[in-house]
């Protein structure tokens, strides 16, 4: 499974991103989709999590009413609308793919690049 984080840049504080995750060689190892964040010097932080049948979504409650995640199923393609953000909210963003609807990063067998997100004050 390979997956290609993409959509991340700089933003004002209150603006609105639309993060991509496009996923290619899917197995039944990948049928959840996960998005973190890591800021240099921290953990790698839970976001949401959605499996490609749509019937389970999972949010952080630092991000709950700010970010959505969705899934385009014909485009392999999973998406992190993030709204309101905030300048706490800047760090690379990563996309990932395991068996588990979980909130542990370990527990994720495949990873993107990451995208950076800015969020200027």
């Known amino acids: 499974v390979q997956l290609q984080a993409s959509g991340g840049g700089l933003v004002q504080a209150g603006g609105s991103l639309r993060l991509s995750c496009a996923a290619s060689?899917?197995?039944?190892?990948?049928?959840?989709m996960g998005w973190f964040r890591q800021v240099l010097g921290k953990e790698r932080e839970f976001l949401a999590a959605?499996?490609?049948?749509?019937?389970?979504?999972n949010y952080a409650d630092s991000v709950k009413g700010r970010f959505t995640i969705s899934r385009d199923n014909a485009k392999n393609t999973v998406y992190l609308q993030m709204n309101s953000l905030k300048p706490e909210d800047a760090a690379v963003y990563h996309c990932?793919?395991?068996?588990?609807?979980?909130?542990?990063?370990?527990?994720?067998?495949?990873w993107g690049q990451g995208t950076q997100v800015t969020v200027s004050s």
């Open positions: 959605i499996r490609w049948s749509g019937d389970m979504i």
């Open positions: 060689g899917r197995t039944f190892s990948s049928d959840v």
């Open positions: 990932a793919a395991g068996r588990y609807a979980t909130f542990q990063p370990d527990l994720y067998d495949y």
